[in-house]
């Protein structure tokens, strides 16, 4: 977090509106991300979290405001970022391998036409290593439980050697093993310097996962440290009094028990 | 076999293997039905293209397809897009359109020339040998043959330059574009693809049989393979044998051609349904019963040892009583406990069954899990 000072956040989102047609998704969204942190991104179903991080990456073309990634706009800045979209998102019936989604990471780095080599493969089994399913190389990917998809598009992202990551729900359908293993990883990247921003759902690990968090309803609530924006009134504001953490726990605590409130 | 048959059958595998290529990416893009779609639109734009330049082997016509496929698909997206209507009817909307439009035209105008409904639904492989090329007064062979094998290497080039960015645009759009591939335009170039291959195909085997090329080699070697580039070479295989094996099946029965590569490929979608190693029904079925005897085995060992050594063991494990006790009908039962005896997991003594060493171990370890 002291990389901060002097230097451009590493994303900057300014004024930030995405529209489906007429229906607006995200309104007028600022938002600062400070190098090196590790940002939680949480909102009820429809807050437009999954808009923002595809407005960031470009995905979607916003209707208003823009986005900076180190001061400059995304395009040229294509290389500091990597991206791991909901699971959910893709075939995992496709015909290929483990090692070969991995390597996908790497494509990027290659630009168009070449083709991933040794260099990209060691890099790949490396990350599988990483992320504990260096067995798994060689398998079909329609053959992998819903932790080791996860675990697979984590390894794709850390080949991406990106400076900036943005994840879509990393943590949905994943077991309590693989969701522990995700968070040391998460951790690790924050501590080589790395900024991480990520869809989460459970407000009860908010606190205990991440340091900085983003309460999103297609406004932006509040952004910023999580002990000092992580409280009663912005959680209200962001669920509108639906939430059980509210009610259970002192806003700041970690705790085991007690229901999910996303 | 004479000259025409070799060169029918020619036509015919560069056919099949033209439209197998692209064909894979539309069934793993879950797009299967706009290959429907574009096969019959482009007839508008070939008849169109015919207006202009009043030649049915200008390579005007190819150009014109590709673009009224391109438009094809992008009507279909703008109609979807609305919300109004949903993908499925976007397609149905679309294609007939433009396909009604390409028949009226036909009917009205091109009466007189080579292009009539017939030939446009279902083609006449059987006739393509007679249109030749010739250079400089040589005849090099039939035109067909050359069209369609320069829309093969097209194919064959396509995927091999961009093999890796499709193959990623395919598995996972958003992440090609947060890499800068370019998802869009690669899908508008396949779909230009999809329309130049079913141009060329459109001669010899006809806008409805072309989608069976298509779709069905590579559902097939989708079946049987599960690597991409193995699919691809597969899908173009199977594409080959369907042509080969439909042609001399139209031979022997004096019917269409294309009519018959078409049910060949079907056919070998069939058997691979049926039999494909780990995949097929067969296979499935026989993982199923497997799995059954296995299950039924595992109760048995499990109930003889939760019993074991208590007072109601006597009645409890018996052959006769099974059935009660697990809800197996009588046959089954003996049919359990004769496969479980035969691997030495049970005895039974005086008409009761007693766990052996090796059945008590597999008892404890099945409840363990």
């Not at chain 1, 309104?27 to 808009?51: F, H, Q, R, Y």
């Not at chain 1, 009094?241 to 705790?255: A, N, Q």
């Not at chain 2, 919300?83 to 009466?111: H, K, N, Q």
Request: charged share 20%; net charge neutral.
């Amino acid at each position: 977090m002291t990389s901060v000072s002097g230097m451009a956040p590493a994303i900057k989102v300014e004024d930030l509106t995405v529209a489906y047609g007429e229906r607006p998704v995200l309104w007028d969204v600022d938002m600062e991300v400070p190098a090196g942190i590790l940002m939680a991104i949480v909102g009820p179903n429809g807050a437009g979290k999954t808009s923002l991080i595809k407005a960031v990456t470009g995905l979607v073309r916003p209707v208003a405001g823009y986005v900076a990634i180190f001061g400059k706009p995304y395009r040229e800045q294509r290389p500091l970022v990597g991206y791991v979209p909901q699971r959910n998102s893709v075939d995992w019936d496709f015909p290929t391998t483990v090692l070969d989604v991995v390597m996908m990471g790497r494509y990027g780095g290659l630009g168009w036409f070449r083709r991933p080599g040794a260099t990209e493969r060691a890099l790949a089994l490396e990350a599988l290593e990483k992320v504990g399913i260096a067995e798994l190389k060689g398998r079909q990917i329609s053959q992998l439980s819903g932790g080791q998809q996860q675990r697979l598009f984590l390894a794709r992202a850390i080949v991406q050697d990106a400076r900036i990551y943005l994840m879509d729900e990393p943590f949905q359908g994943v077991d309590a093993t693989t969701e522990r293993a995700i968070v040391t990883l998460l951790k690790e990247m924050r501590a080589r310097g790395k900024t991480v921003v990520v869809v989460h759902h459970d407000l009860q690990t908010v606190p205990e996962y991440f340091d900085w968090v983003t309460l999103l309803n297609v406004r932006c609530v509040a952004s910023g440290p999580v002990d000092r924006v992580f409280n009663d009134r912005n959680l209200r504001l962001t669920y509108g009094g639906r939430v059980s953490y509210l009610t259970h726990h002192t806003p700041g605590d970690t705790l085991a028990d007690g229901e999910d409130g996303g | 076999m004479t000259a025409p048959q070799f060169e029918i059958q020619l036509i015919a595998v560069v056919v099949a293997v033209s439209c197998a290529l692209p064909g894979t990416f539309l069934v793993l893009r879950r797009m299967a039905m706009m290959s429907d779609a574009i096969s019959h639109s482009i007839l508008f734009g070939i008849v169109v293209a015919f207006f202009v330049v009043r030649d049915l082997s200008s390579p005007f016509l190819v150009v014109a397809a590709a673009l009224t496929g391109v438009l094809t698909v992008s009507l279909v997206e703008l109609l979807n897009r609305t919300g109004l209507v949903r993908e499925d009817a976007a397609i149905g909307l679309t294609f007939p359109a433009l396909f009604s439009v390409g028949v009226i035209l036909v009917s009205r105008y091109a009466g007189s020339v080579h292009l009539d409904t017939d030939s446009v639904l279902l083609g006449e492989l059987a006739f393509a040998p007679f249109n030749r090329l010739a250079v400089m007064g040589y005849d090099i062979g039939p035109r067909a043959f050359y069209l369609m094998a320069g829309i093969m290497l097209l194919n064959i080039l396509f995927i091999a330059v961009f093999y890796k960015e499709l193959k990623l645009a395919t598995f996972d759009a958003s992440l090609a574009g947060v890499l800068g591939f370019l998802p869009g335009f690669l899908h508008y170039a396949l779909m230009a693809l999809v329309s130049v291959t079913a141009v060329g195909a459109f001669d010899a085997v006809g806008s409805i049989l072309v989608v069976a090329l298509m779709i069905a080699p590579p559902t097939t070697a989708y079946l049987l393979v599960d690597r991409l580039s193995l699919m691809l070479a597969v899908s173009a295989l199977l594409g080959a044998v369907s042509a080969i094996s439909g042609y001399w099946i139209a031979h022997v029965l004096d019917a269409s051609i294309a009519g018959s590569m078409a049910s060949m490929a079907g056919l070998l979608f069939g058997a691979a349904y049926l039999a494909a190693p780990g995949r097929g029904l067969i296979a499935i079925t026989v993982r199923r019963v497997r799995q059954r005897w296995k299950f039924a085995q595992t109760m048995l060992l499990v109930h003889l040892y939760n019993h074991e050594g208590l007072p109601a063991e006597v009645r409890e494990n018996r052959i006769p009583t099974l059935h009660e006790h697990l809800k197996w009908d009588h046959r089954f039962a003996e049919r359990v406990v004769a496969a479980a005896g035969r691997q030495g997991l049970v005895e039974s003594r005086d008409r009761r069954l007693l766990l052996t060493d090796r059945g008590r171990r597999a008892a404890r370890e099945a409840m363990v899990g």
